[in-house]
């Protein structure tokens, strides 16, 4: 007979809340429910990301969360038991115009001053890395040999089967439908088979964090948009490292023998749409060839693509954290596309943040919900694809 109270309640059973799981279990807090709307854990946004990890951020927190994170995966097998599929092929961000040359040089600044070991690279370094790619126009490039794209599923289930293994619980097919409280608190949370009691509830719901959070009567600004992500046939022209065209928004990494491509579509609503985007591919392929010329004769697999959500806050940065309004209601969402690259280090610090009062390895106050309800202006992630 299942329990019908436990001290965490974790809302989504993606990367992030799997991470959190593991985080509370691993310091002695099996006590926990994750509860997951879908009938299969790890299938929402998750399982449908490019899978990017990189250092090449231009906020400090930002990097900090991707230096513990990177750390993390690196030894993923032997802290965790699974595997996290990391592969360090590096970033490399192409820059066309002088006003984001200056940015990115600034960038890289404050990243090796962490001890990100990134770098700015001249045309002849860059046609030495991609000489298959037009290098019209280009300014420079930045790059960072750490960092690559790691296997989100492994490293999700990873989490979930070590949490599992302490004494977690996951309720598979158990929306979350509404929370009880009682003096300023959270009490319980309603689902379809019944009232589950809980100290502290975890919003980890990715896309559909806002509507969780609603349930509470908390506006929490994360929406849904699709992001579709295409992939060709096999090629030659595997030797790439994850390289983002900065100018057109056009990406491409290596993905075994073919390659992932694709642009964000800046037009995209926001909404649950699932469905691939076919015109969008054209203008994917013209961006596209225009920096990798190969790619005009290169097909794309159509069963091989896909459509995920991006769960995007309004300055581009998660909400971590407590909210003020509901002090064990606990904010784990919003990554703008970084979640997987950052789940490791979320789920520390909001272990942290359940069980010491407080995040406190990395500070994590900018990311508070706080800086959208006092309406202030946010200094928002510009490294952003």
């Known amino acids: ?23 509370l279990a691993a310091r002695g807090c099996a006590d926990v429910i994750i509860l997951e709307k879908a009938d299969t854990e790890v ?23 991707s230096i513990y994170s990177i750390e993390r995966l690196k030894r993923f097998q032997e802290e965790v038991g699974g595997y996290s599929g990391l592969k360090q092929i590096g ?31 001249t045309i002849d370094e860059i046609r030495a890395m991609i000489p298959m790619a037009n290098l019209d126009g280009l300014l420079g490039a930045t790059f960072c040999p750490a960092d690559g794209h790691c296997d989100p599923h492994g490293v999700a289930t990873g989490y979930l089967a070590a949490a599992i293994a302490r004494g977690v619980e996951l309720r598979r097919a158990t929306p979350a439908t509404g929370f009880r409280m009682k003096c300023g608190r959270v009490i ?14 975890v919003n980890a719901a990715g896309p559909w964090a806002g509507r969780v959070g609603a349930l509470a009567g908390l506006a929490i600004p994360v929406e849904p948009y699709r992001r579709c992500i295409y992939m060709t046939e096999p090629t030659s022209h595997t ?38 985007d076919w015109e969008w591919m054209e203008t994917v392929l013209e961006r596209g060839s225009a920096r990798f010329p190969f790619l ?15 769960e995007n806050t309004p300055d581009h940065n998660p909400i971590l954290g407590r909210h003020p309004h ?32 407080r995040a406190h390895s990395i500070n994590i106050d900018e990311l508070r919900v706080t800086r959208f309800l006092a309406g202030r202006e946010t200094r928002g992630e510009s490294n952003v694809y």
């Open 188 to 201: 319980a949370v309603d689902t379809p088979q019944g009232v589950i009691r809980c100290e502290t509830v």
């Open 326 to 357: 509901l002090p064990n209601y606990v904010d784990a969402s919003g990554f703008s596309g970084h979640g997987v690259m950052h789940s490791p280090a979320t789920g520390m610090l909001i272990a942290e943040e359940i069980l010491d009062g």
């Open 239 to 276: 030797g790439v490292p994850f390289t983002i065209d900065t100018s057109s928004g056009f990406y491409i990494r290596p993905e075994g023998e073919k390659l992932l491509i694709g642009v964000t579509n800046e037009n995209e609503p926001p909404g649950e749409n699932f469905a691939v």
């Open 296 to 310: 005009a004769d290169t097909g794309i697999v159509r069963r091989n693509c896909w459509a995920g959500l991006y």
């Open 43 to 65: 299938t929402g946004s998750t399982a449908r990301s490019a899978a990017g990890v990189r250092h090449q951020f231009a906020n400090e927190t930002n990097i900090r969360l």
């Open 91 to 121: 970033y490399l961000l192409l820059v066309s115009d002088e006003p984001t040359w200056r940015q990115y040089r600034t960038s890289v600044e404050l990243q090796n001053s962490l001890g990100v070991a990134s770098r700015t690279l």
């Open 1 to 23: 007979m299942s329990k019908d109270s436990a001290s965490v309640v974790i809302i989504g059973a993606g990367i992030v809340g799997c991470s959190v799981a593991y985080h």
